[in-house]
């Protein structure tokens, strides 16, 4: 069998792989989408192809033959972006660690050394794979050497094959008589001058006739159009050196020794670091696991300190007594099914035991041990997602007090972008120690296993080890959210948040089942109906589920316009089928289908799959550490995105009602929260002045764009302006905004240009912002809440416009979160602090629901306006409103 041989081209791909990757970075700033797309890339084919053997060319800063022969050589081309220079060392620094052999020359261009490689092992019997971005390598294409050109996408990376009867099938050219069509062409990214006035289709159609320059030349006076026959014999000596700069050279002076191209283990310890320190996490299952799970737990560079574990009453009895003397502590809960297993502590400078429970010591003799301990008020407790460990702890009738520090909350409040907060990330971070995360040591999915299934001293030091990265990176967060100004944000906001989330978990919301039956019901309905209408309009019965037959239905069938076929069909995205609406009634009908389908999907069958069976209630989870601006997310279910301008997405809200009939729901929503905040950022006095004398700030904003009376304002020209004034808070453009209302992008940018003019100090504040993140690399809230904006100095036109908008927007929306939080953490304090019957169950963005006991109704109503509205102190006043109703729907 022969040999196959892979040789990339660097600097192409992993230029490639930056303009298809977002600007990423790692905790230390370190730029990171550039290599992390190449080994995308470079991952994928050689899953593909399984070389024997692999090597990476890079271009050298020295100039090469072509420079000699051509001072302005590529003199035309940009510089490198600032965001991908470094990544160019780090990317080699990660190939020599995988022992990727990289091959460089002065005065040749990688294409000639891949070129030369590739010819010489074809010589030898192997099988070469060239990769490149670059299409001039395709000049390099024969029988044997195919050339794949990878084109990173959303969605992931699509690869384009040639051998030389692909080229000739694609093209209508030969390999040889590709360098050909090149030289007529030019190429301006080279700066390669061709010959003017023969483009790409003109260059094909004379090689095709002529095979190559020389010939062509010889034969100028028949070639047609005229002017590229006169062109062709003014510009000769130009299209000849353009030829032979274009021709790759095949013969560079370098010897190849293929052995120590040889694809041995390329994830070893060494790329194992790199990758957790570059936060490539999606890489790290690449490493065989789990049979070198324990060596990398043994490994780590934890190994410093007492590692015991313990397995007796009578032994943890003694550590919980040392506890005590020391004062505080960290611990995690492990768990399996809900189930507590063993505990992990550390205390006292560097300690960490692991107690475990057995036959001879159960898990609950172990939990009645350490209750005083978890209860002890003087005793200061450090955790990671306590959350979790408070809802264990309650199952054992124990309530966590004195929890003085959550380390996932606080890596969470000074880097609210990252993907994760676990133990392993903050050792990384924090102590910058390598220390393999959970999936790493115990799989993950249904091949998962227990801790218990390591030996004792692995799963000791791994669960020990943990407990030891909690108690020790605590102090380097406290230490830099105070660098950072941000300890009023951690301690008097995200922090007492956590029991407040805790409390609206474990009490849940009651969901009446009856009449989640009777609205699945009627949802099977709404869309059997709808069902045979989109089957009667179509002429014919099809998968409505199935984008590839809906697109044949619409594009092909009913010949609707944009129906731009792809390799696996036609596009029915949703704003593909928008932009159709008002093309035909079809659109209509199947865009309610789809929203049908996702409630009865996500809201009717998911409700009864999420539903407690014994007490018919849902207990939802409140994420504190997944969105970039510091709001909270609610999952399973998830009931903070529910579709209410849908009327069936509204009535899902008549199956949430309170626990008994002793109760209502009472909801109190903030009134245009996010303005009233850009009205107190910008200080722009025309909002200000709304905002405090009450008066409608859409119809204010339609008379003075629209440049209209107040009082002749209409009911069109105000919802227009509505949408004006929140898409100003989202940075919105005009392309978004004419989109939005179905006008012209001239009209788009005349509302949002009339805006600016009429509240100046609105633009004045987004261009301050846009510069201060330039200068510092990040933006704040009024509660000192970051969020770091790599895009913001992009060369890249598209992703600096993103981080613009990013810029502008998350001042606005992080501050809302950042009231709307403590207004939770006071409402809830105040219930509990006048020992209410009533309960803070749920937040939905801008908006607490509350059950309410009848007989407290008046009282918690001032509770909840007064905490609500004095939540922050802005230059314009908050304004709740609050609906009173036996269910959820009749609130709003």
């Given at each position: 069998m022969q040999k196959k041989i892979m040789l990339v081209d660097g600097h192409s791909i992993i230029n490639r792989a930056f303009y298809g990757v977002p600007l990423l970075s790692n905790a230390e700033g370190i730029y990171t989408n550039g290599v992390y797309g190449f080994l995308n890339i470079l991952f994928k084919l050689l899953d593909e192809d399984k070389p024997d053997y692999i090597a990476v060319a890079f271009d050298l800063s020295a100039p090469t033959f072509r420079h000699e022969a051509f001072k302005e050589y590529k003199g035309n081309r940009k510089g490198m972006p600032e965001e991908l220079k470094p990544q160019v060392p780090l990317l080699k620094e990660v190939l020599d660690a995988m022992g990727i052999k990289r091959l460089e020359k002065e005065g040749y261009e990688a294409d000639d050394i891949l070129g030369t490689a590739a010819k010489r092992a074809e010589e030898q019997g192997m099988e070469p794979i060239i990769v490149s971005g670059d299409r001039d390598l395709l000049q390099l294409a024969t029988d044997k050497i195919k050339i794949r050109i990878p084109k990173t996408k959303k969605g992931g990376t699509e690869i384009e094959d040639y051998f030389a009867k692909d080229l000739i099938e694609k093209i209508g050219v030969t390999p040889l008589e590709y360098i050909d069509v090149?030289?007529?062409m030019g190429d301006s990214s080279d700066n390669i001058p061709g010959v003017p006035g023969i483009g790409e289709k003109t260059a094909i159609k004379i090689i095709q006739e002529?095979?190559?320059?020389?010939?062509?030349?010889a034969n100028a006076d028949y070639i047609k159009p005229s002017r590229a026959s006169a062109n062709l014999k003014a510009y000769e000596e130009q299209a000849r050196q353009s030829k032979y700069l274009a021709t790759i050279c095949t013969e560079v002076p370098i010897e190849f020794d293929w052995e120590q191209y040889k694809l041995d283990s390329i994830m070893n310890p060494r790329v194992y670091e790199l990758f957790k320190q570059l936060e490539f996490k999606s890489f790290l299952d690449r490493f065989s696991m789990p049979s070198e799970s324990n060596s990398l737990i043994m490994n780590s560079n934890l190994s410093e300190g007492e590692y015991r574990?313990?397995?007796?009453?009578?032994?943890?009895?003694?550590?919980?007594?040392?506890?005590?003397?020391?004062?505080?502590?960290?611990?995690?809960?492990?768990?399996?099914?809900?189930?507590?297993?063993?505990?992990?502590?550390?205390?006292?400078?560097?300690?960490?035991?692991?107690?475990?429970?057995?036959?001879?010591?159960t898990v609950e003799e172990l939990m009645a041990v350490a209750k005083p301990l978890f209860e002890s008020n003087t005793v200061e407790k450090i955790a990671h997602n306590a959350k979790d460990d408070m809802h264990i702890l309650k199952h054992f009738g124990i309530t966590l007090r004195n929890l003085t520090f959550d380390t996932m909350i606080g890596g969470y409040v000074l880097n609210p972008t990252k993907e994760t907060y676990g133990y392993d990330d903050l050792s990384q971070e924090f102590l910058g120690q390598t220390f393999p995360s959970e999936e790493e040591i115990l799989g993950k999915g249904k091949s998962k296993k227990s801790i218990m299934d390591l030996e004792e001293k692995d799963r000791t030091k791994f669960a020990a080890g943990q407990a030891y990265i909690i108690y020790h990176s605590e102090k380097q967060i406290r230490k830099k959210l105070k660098e950072n100004n941000q300890e009023q944000l951690y301690y008097e906001i995200e922090h007492p948040l956590i029991e407040v989330l805790f409390s609206m978990e474990e009490y849940g919301f009651k969901i009446d089942t009856k009449k989640l039956k009777?609205?699945?019901t009627e949802l099977e309905e709404k869309i059997d109906i709808l069902t045979k209408e989109i089957y009667d309009i179509a002429g014919e019965e099809f998968?409505?589920?199935?984008?590839?037959?809906?697109g044949v239905i619409l594009f092909e069938k009913l010949m609707l316009p944009m129906g731009k076929k792809t390799k696996t069909g036609y596009s029915t995205a949703a704003e593909v089928l928008e932009k159709l609406r008002n093309k035909h009634i079809i659109i209509e009908k199947i865009l309610e289908y789809r929203q049908l389908i996702k409630l009865k999907t996500t809201y009717g069958d998911g409700l009864f799959a999420v539903v407690n069976k014994d007490t018919n209630k849902v207990h939802s989870t409140f994420n504190q550490t997944i969105t970039a601006t510091g709001r909270i997310s609610s999952t399973e279910p998830n009931l903070q995105n529910i579709p209410i301008k849908l009327e069936m997405g509204r009535k899902i809200r008549k199956v949430f009602i309170p626990s008994d009939e002793d109760y209502l729901l009472l909801d109190a929503d903030y009134s245009q929260i996010e303005l009233r905040v850009l009205a107190h950022i910008a200080q722009d006095e025309t909002l200000i002045h709304a905002f405090r004398t009450g008066e409608d700030i859409h119809k204010i904003t339609a008379s003075q764009v629209f440049k209209v009376p107040f009082d002749e304002v209409t009911p069109r020209q105000r919802s227009n302006a509505k949408a004006v004034n929140f898409g100003i808070v989202y940075g919105i453009g005009a392309f978004s905004l004419s989109q939005d209302l179905n006008i012209s992008r001239k009209e788009a940018e005349a509302y949002i240009e009339g805006y600016f003019e009429k509240y100046p100090n609105v633009?004045?504040?987004?261009?301050?912002?846009?510069?201060?993140?330039?200068?510092?690399?990040?933006?704040t809230t009024l509660f000192g809440r970051r969020r770091v904006i790599p895009d913001i100095s992009s060369n890249n036109f598209t992703r600096r416009s993103f981080g613009e908008r990013v810029a502008m927007n998350t001042p606005i929306?992080?501050?809302?979160?950042?009231i709307i939080k403590i207004a939770m953490i006071k409402v809830f304090n105040k219930l509990k602090e006048k020992n209410l019957k009533s309960r803070l169950i749920l937040q939905v963005h801008d908006e607490l629901l509350v059950e309410v006991h009848k007989d407290e109704v008046d009282e918690v109503k001032q509770i909840l306006k007064h905490e609500m509205e004095h939540a922050a102190k802005l230059d314009v006043p908050l304004d709740v409103d609050m609906h009173l109703g036996k269910t959820w729907f009749e609130t709003k």
């Open positions: 090149k030289a007529l002529y095979h190559n320059i020389e010939n062509a030349i574990a313990v397995g007796t009453k009578e032994d943890f009895e003694k550590i919980v007594q040392e506890i005590f003397e020391a004062g505080r502590f960290s611990f995690i809960i492990f768990s399996e099914n809900h189930k507590p297993i063993g505990i992990s502590f550390c205390y006292a400078d560097i300690k960490g035991i692991w107690v475990e429970q057995s036959e001879e010591f009777e609205y699945v998968n409505i589920n199935s984008p590839k037959q809906l633009r004045k504040y987004m261009d301050e912002t846009i510069k201060q993140a330039r200068e510092q690399g990040y933006v929306q992080g501050t809302a979160a950042d």
